[in-house]
């Protein structure tokens, strides 16, 4: 049974910064890409980063390009995700994403497991 743990979410303040991680288990095919989603209440779940999981290549949304970095534990097949400089609208639950096919996409019908989320509140 495959599992996705995030963790590292919490209260925070304008301008600072959090780690987010996210262990995979039970994968029994070969991750491709691994992806931070966010939903905010109210609005649909919108891709943040991701990882193609061989060649390390990464992709950001725009609104957090500069401020977000995604990276990669081969040997624990985890993902991190580092958050500088956090804004009020970068509240949300993120989500941790496993795709098993090859291609970073931005639609969250694109991926095949996910975590349980954790809230991260970024407080003006």
């Known amino acids: 049974q495959v599992q996705l743990v995030e963790s590292g979410g919490q209260l925070v303040q304008a301008g600072g910064s959090l780690s987010l991680a996210c262990a995979a288990s039970g994968l029994t095919v070969s991750t491709r890409v691994m992806a931070w989603f966010r939903q905010a209440p109210g609005k649909e779940r919108e891709f943040v980063a991701g990882?193609?999981?061989?060649?390390?290549?990464?992709y950001y949304t725009d609104s957090v390009k500069g401020r977000f970095t995604i990276a990669r534990d081969n040997a624990k097949i985890a993902v991190y995700l580092q958050m500088n400089s956090l804004k009020p609208e970068d509240t949300a639950v993120y989500y941790c994403?496993?795709?098993?096919?090859?291609?970073?996409?931005?639609?969250?019908?694109?991926?095949?497991?996910w975590g349980q989320g954790t809230q991260v509140t970024v407080s003006s």
């Open positions: 994403a496993v795709r098993k096919y090859w291609g970073v996409t931005y639609s969250p019908g694109a991926y095949d497991y």
């Open positions: 990882i193609n999981w061989n060649a390390g290549n990464t």
